[in-house]
């Protein structure tokens, strides 16, 4: 051991190797930095790393060949042993390092960017036959989400400015091209939780985060930012801002160009010119939007408060932002939104829905005149038309709307047009949404209604596995799962699937009317077993709309006719009527003839009609107590795309 040792210190073997592992150690934070600036992939860094590692090995046997006392030739053997450590280091490259890995980070993060990356190819064509909307691809480096800014205030009501600032922020960095940007309904839902950087990043997926704070004592704010790398919470950037609170808004702008810079994301005037017009100019206005927003989800999903009156309350909010700001287009969006309810609810006076008709038209057009985004603004006038009395042009208007590329989230008008088709359009669609706002929950409804409505029952199945993944919760029975797989002739598990539920609410109701029919359960039996179904709990107030769709499964046209009508002749009756198609999954679930306003309103419009039956139905009741298992929907008979 001692003569080893001398020969170590003859050599100066330690010496070598110290000097390279402090030559390797500054090597890697430079290639960090310089990486980091010019955006190289993370694979250039790991290959260079791995091939430092191979060189230390290499320089050992060089050290012990070529110390100062040392040969100052090299041998055969030197050179063999030499080539032997660099084949070997080769093979560990080439195996470890030869192809980028696959991470399963997040079944969501799936598609390409939808902020410039190409449309998705159509997922299906036909029912039973339907691949997976998505397919999980790596983190994309130029990726952010921004979390809402916590409010460090003393008055918790600063919370409403805090989270203003955080979704501006959003917006500016959204209209940065080539720049992947998750939506707000998403990132906000960290608000509050202790959870780490690395999971935030897998669940949203992103490979940045953009945190900080706010503080505001009067007029004036301090707001600090940062941005930091998810996969490891790494800070890349850090800036504090002392402003008064009429000039924070302009931090905005300077956060996003900082940002931007960081991510190695060039901007040109274009791109700031659409940053700064896709900002709020007024501090109060996006204040009393924020207090909106908040009335807004509350009225959609908290118990104990009416839909409507909920939505009414937001309104108020929503008129003060626009008072303020006449071009707040995610205002008006929103705002939208109580009159389309009003439209679909029972018990309303002519006189009412009229009014929500002519609400509903003037704040969907004012949402479009003054949206930045050419696909927002699309979407939102092709669903003013459906609520219109004039439908010319409406299928090209639907088309353009459904094809313009971008991740803007549709409100109603996606169910309301798959009565018509277009369901690999609408889904294309979903799917992208979904890569911005991987935790948008509307935004997989949508999904699922409409494969429903079109005939994809695969398509609804691999969506709500989506759902179940996303919530992390596993999977939960529901409707729109009975009626998907009885769909594909698995009668037996929708009827557990119904069975394992609470029975409650009109989707529940339609479900087993759509299962009893499949099965030739006795109209008159089935709908007395039905009375015990506690119809009233829906949010939805639509009652009017499963009558008639109650009435068409049951076999009885007379009365289908009779409430098809009814509805016909209420304002924005087109659109009622596209809903009973879309519920019932039956073909044309009234006469044409029985409906003259609908019909005059499809001969001016270019859509199609007949809709198919999704369901094949039997034609007689079972006899002696068997069951009938309908065979499923063919392409034939489902393909509208």
Not at 83 to 90: F, I, K, P, Y
Not at 307 to 327: C, H, M, S, T, Y
Not at 458 to 480: E, I
Not at 585 to 611: I, V
Request: hydrophobic fraction near 45%; glycine fraction near 8%; include cysteine.
């Amino acid at each position: 051991m001692t003569e080893f040792i001398a020969r170590l210190k003859e050599r100066k073997l330690v010496q070598w190797a110290l000097a390279y592992v402090a030559f390797a150690f500054a090597l890697i934070q430079v290639l960090d930095v310089v990486a980091q600036r010019f955006g190289w992939p993370d694979q250039v860094e790991k290959l260079l790393i791995l091939a430092l590692a191979v060189g230390f090995f290499v320089v050992l046997v060089l050290a012990w060949y070529h110390g100062d006392q040392g040969r100052q030739r090299a041998s055969g053997t030197e050179l063999l042993l030499v080539a032997l450590v660099l084949a070997v280091g080769g093979g560990f490259l080439w195996k470890f390092a030869g192809a980028p890995p696959s991470r399963d980070v997040t079944a969501l993060s799936a598609t390409p960017a939808a902020q410039g990356a190409p449309e998705l190819a159509p997922t299906a064509t036909a029912a039973g036959n339907s691949v997976p909307a998505s397919t999980v691809t790596a983190i994309p480096a130029k990726s952010i989400a921004v979390l809402p800014l916590e409010n460090l205030s003393d008055d918790k009501d600063n919370v409403f400015f805090s989270d203003g600032l955080s979704e501006e922020i959003l917006n500016s960095l959204a209209r940065i091209d080539g720049l992947r940007v998750i939506g707000r309904t998403s990132s906000f839902q960290f608000k509050g939780k202790d959870v780490d950087s690395r999971t935030i990043g897998a669940r949203l997926g992103v490979a940045n985060l953009l945190e900080g704070s706010v503080r505001r004592e009067g007029e004036r704010a301090r707001v600090t930012a940062q941005l930091i790398r998810a996969a490891d919470g790494t800070q890349l950037w850090s800036q504090t801002y002392d402003r008064t609170v009429k000039d924070s808004l302009a931090v905005q702008l300077d956060i996003a160009e900082q940002v931007a810079g960081v991510l190695n994301v060039v901007l040109d005037d274009k791109q700031r010119a659409r940053m700064r017009a896709a900002g709020v100019k007024n501090v109060d206005a996006f204040i009393a939007y924020q207090k909106g927003w908040k009335l807004y989800i509350e009225a959609h999903f908290k118990t104990g408060i009416e839909l409507i009156d909920g939505l009414r309350q937001a309104n108020v909010e929503f008129d003060k932002a626009i008072a303020l700001d006449p071009n707040f287009s995610f205002a008006y969006f929103a705002e939208a939104d109580l009159y389309e309810h009003t439209l679909m609810a029972d018990g309303r006076s002519h006189a009412e829905l009229l009014d929500a008709q002519r609400a509903a038209l003037h704040t969907l057009e004012r949402a479009a005149d003054t949206s930045p985004d050419p696909q927002q603004r699309d979407l939102a006038l092709a669903e003013r038309q459906l609520l219109s009395d004039d439908w010319h042009g409406l299928a090209d208007r639907i088309e353009t709307a459904l094809k313009q590329p971008g991740c803007s989230a549709p409100n109603w008008m996606p169910v309301f047009a798959s009565a018509f088709g277009y369901g690999d359009l609408i889904e294309n669609l979903g799917a992208r949404v979904n890569v911005c706002d991987p935790l948008n929950g509307i935004n997989y409804h949508t999904r699922v209604e409409v494969a429903l409505a079109t005939g994809h029952p695969q398509r609804v199945l691999d969506v709500l596995a989506l759902v179940a993944k996303a919530s992390g919760s596993g999977p939960m029975p529901t409707a729109s799962e009975a009626i998907a797989l009885t769909m594909l002739g698995r009668i037996g598990e929708a009827q557990t699937t119904l069975a394992s539920m609470e029975p409650r609410g009109d989707a529940y109701y339609i479900a087993q009317l759509i299962v009893g029919r499949a099965t030739g359960e006795d109209p008159v039996k089935l709908l007395a077993s039905l009375q015990r179904v506690d119809r009233k709990s829906s949010k939805l107030q639509t009652g009017d709309i499963t009558d008639a769709v109650e009435a068409s499964l049951s076999g009885d046209r007379a009365e289908a006719n009779r409430r098809a009508a009814a509805l016909d002749a209420r304002p924005a009756g087109g659109l009622l009527l596209a809903l009973v198609v879309t519920e019932c999954q039956c073909g044309a679930p009234f006469d044409l003839d029985a409906t003259p306003y609908f019909k005059a309103l499809l001969a001016e419009s270019g859509l199609r009609w007949p809709p198919p039956q999704t369901i094949k139905y039997p034609v007689r009741a079972p006899e002696n107590g068997a069951t009938l298992t309908p065979a499923p929907a063919t392409a034939k008979d489902t393909a509208r795309d």
